[in-house]
């Protein structure tokens, strides 16, 4: 790993991965466990190739680039796509992984139809209601889609993937309905699907969706529930195991 020289509100944080580390801005968006679980839910190969749309800091790429043979990972802010480049620098990575700064609603200008083995996404959950859009500030604004809506992530997948390609996605519960019918709509169909709960007997309030492209309609796997935490608040022993802590953790 090389040095990294930290700038204000900047704080070095430990992946307990390979021996990496990643730089989080605490005045911007920092990554949380949705981007871990969606970094460990598809089953990578050596030889695929893997888009991430709308990469942040570069958590997920950092995770799992020993698994693929390179990842290109998009970004609209210049202010993360220049710290994620940074992380993969600090990391040695620039032979895995490729930070691009732009915008995948425009993916069509960015690269060639089809490319892609493996297409991932942590996209805005919420959509913006009418009105409030002024009453949303900072962080959150991370999580509605001003920039992006369910459409345009999925329009943007299936014009990355080739045929037989597979996209995952961490998203809301709530909006399960409208992904399916966005996934149907693109020549995509659901294969696996797994919610995430706080804990055991609590509703979930993530999930974590994987669709093929061309696949035929139906056969849908639904694992089962991941659950987080156990009753006193601990890290469940999956949850333990995704982050690759030890019992003296």
């Known amino acids: 790993m090389r040095e990294p020289e930290l700038k204000p509100h900047e704080r070095l944080d430990d992946l307990m991965k390979s021996g990496r580390h990643i730089i989080q801005n605490t005045q911007e968006f920092c990554f949380s466990l949705d981007a871990v679980l969606l970094a460990h839910f598809p089953r990578f190969h050596r030889r695929q190739y893997v888009l991430e749309l709308g990469t942040g800091t570069g958590v997920i790429p950092l995770i799992m680039a020993d698994e693929v043979t390179h990842v290109e990972a998009v970004e609209l802010s210049p202010v993360m796509a220049e710290l994620a480049s940074r992380n993969v620098w600090m990391n040695e990575?620039?032979?895995k992984i490729t930070v691009r700064e732009g915008d995948y609603r425009a993916i069509r200008g960015m690269y060639p139809a089809e490319t892609f083995d493996v297409v991932l996404a942590n996209p805005p959950y919420r959509p913006v209601a009418h009105g409030q859009a002024n009453r949303i500030q900072g962080v959150a604004r991370a999580r509605h889609e001003f920039t992006?809506?369910?459409?345009?992530?999925?329009?943007?997948?299936?014009?990355?993937?080739?045929?037989?390609?597979?996209?995952?996605?961490?998203?809301?519960?709530?909006?399960?309905?409208?992904?399916?019918?966005?996934?149907?709509?693109?020549?995509?169909?659901?294969?696996?699907?797994?919610?995430?709960?706080?804990?055991?007997?609590?509703?979930?309030?993530?999930?974590?969706?994987?669709?093929?492209?061309?696949?035929?309609?139906g056969g849908l796997k639904v694992l089962p529930p991941l659950i987080v935490h156990e009753e006193d608040g601990s890290y469940t022993e999956a949850i333990r195991k995704i982050y690759g802590l030890t019992e003296r953790d």
């Not at 329009?155 to 961490?170: E, P, Q």
């Not at 399916?180 to 919610?195: C, G, N, P, T």
Request: net charge neutral; charged share 20%.
């Open 93 to 95: 990575l620039e032979h």
């Open 148 to 217: 992006a809506t369910l459409d345009d992530v999925v329009t943007a997948a299936r014009y990355a993937l080739k045929f037989g390609g597979r996209f995952a996605m961490v998203h809301l519960p709530e909006r399960l309905g409208e992904i399916l019918v966005a996934l149907h709509e693109h020549q995509m169909e659901a294969k696996r699907l797994q919610m995430v709960q706080p804990k055991a007997g609590k509703a979930p309030n993530m999930m974590l969706v994987e669709a093929v492209v061309g696949a035929a309609p």
